[in-house]
C-alpha cells in the first residue's frame, strides 16, 4: 500500500507567519512521530502520538509549536510565528504496534525568510 | 547527556571495495540498534536492526555488528555500487520506549 505522505514538499514562508505540515501514516500503524532535521544534524525527536493515549510533547521546541492527530490518522504540525531558526526538514515516521521500524515521509522543507 | 557519533566526513570508496560506517554512543545503554539509509531529499528508509544480545546481523550485501563493551556499531557494506552512495544514520532505540536517539549520519559515496 501507500506509505507516509507529507505535504507541502517544499514552504517558505515569512517570519512572522504561521504554518501548517501535514502527514498521512500508513494505514493501521498507531505510532506516529514528528522530528526535525536541520543541515549537519541528526533527527530532533519533536512529538509522538500512539493511539489514543495522550502525545509526548517534550521534543517540541516552544510553545510556538504544537501537533494535532485527528481520528488516529492524519497529523497537522502547526508552526506559529516563525522564526528563522524554524527552517529545517519536517520529517514524519509512523510504526505499528509493537513494531521497531518507523517508516518515514519524504519530509517538508521550511524556509522562513 | 547521551550522545551518538558517526563520523561526519563523507567517505568516498572505490565501487567493489567493503565500505564500513561507525556509530559510537556514550551515557545510554540501548536495547537494540537501527540504520537507516537517506537520499538527498528524502526520509530515511530502514535497513536493518541488531539487538544488544546479537553480535552480528546480515541481510544481502549489509553487515552489522554491535558491541555493547566498546559503545560501537560497525555497518558493512561488501561489493559496494555507485547506487550504495547515500547519507546512512544509525539510531538507538530501549525497550518499553518510543523514543530514538538519531546520529547525525556518514555520508558514502561510492566511486565507479
Known amino acids: 500500500g501507500a506509505g507516509v505522505s507529507q505535504s507541502p514538499s517544499n514552504k517558505v514562508t515569512e517570519k512572522g507567519k504561521d504554518v501548517e505540515l501535514r502527514c498521512d501514516p500508513i494505514?493501521?500503524?498507531?505510532?506516529l512521530y514528528w522530528y526535525r532535521q536541520s543541515l549537519g544534524q541528526g533527527l530532533e525527536f519533536l512529538i509522538y502520538?500512539?493511539?489514543?493515549?495522550?502525545?509526548?510533547k517534550s521534543g517540541l521546541p516552544s510553545d510556538r509549536f504544537s501537533a494535532e492527530r485527528t481520528g488516529g490518522s492524519v497529523s497537522t504540525l502547526t508552526i506559529q510565528r516563525t522564526q528563522q531558526e524554524d527552517s529545517a526538514v519536517y520529517l514524519c515516521?509512523?510504526?505499528?504496534?509493537?513494531?521497531?521500524?518507523?517508516?518515514f515521509g519524504p519530509g517538508t522543507r521550511l524556509t522562513v525568510l | 547527556s547521551q550522545k551518538i557519533e558517526q563520523n561526519s566526513e563523507a567517505l568516498n570508496i572505490q565501487e567493489g571495495k567493503t565500505a564500513t560506517l561507525t556509530c559510537n554512543y556514550t551515557?545510554?545503554?540501548?536495547?537494540?540498534l537501527q540504520w537507516y539509509r537517506q537520499d538527498p531529499g528524502r526520509g530515511p528508509v530502514f535497513l536493518l536492526l541488531i539487538r544488544e544480545n546479537e553480535k552480528e546481523k546480515r541481510k544481502e550485501r549489509l553487515k552489522v555488528t554491535f558491541d555493547t563493551t566498546l559503545k560501537q556499531s560497525l555497518f558493512h557494506i561488501t561489493a559496494s555500487q555507485p547506487a550504495d552512495s547515500a547519507t546512512y544514520l544509525c539510531a538507538l532505540g530501549r525497550s518499553g520506549t518510543y523514543k530514538y536517539i538519531f546520529g547525525t549520519g556518514t555520508r558514502l559515496k561510492v566511486l565507479a
Open positions: 502520538f500512539q493511539g489514543n493515549s495522550a502525545p509526548d
Open positions: 515516521a509512523s510504526q505499528g504496534l509493537g513494531d521497531n521500524e518507523q517508516f
Open positions: 494505514s493501521g500503524h498507531t505510532a
Open positions: 551515557n545510554y545503554s540501548p536495547a537494540y
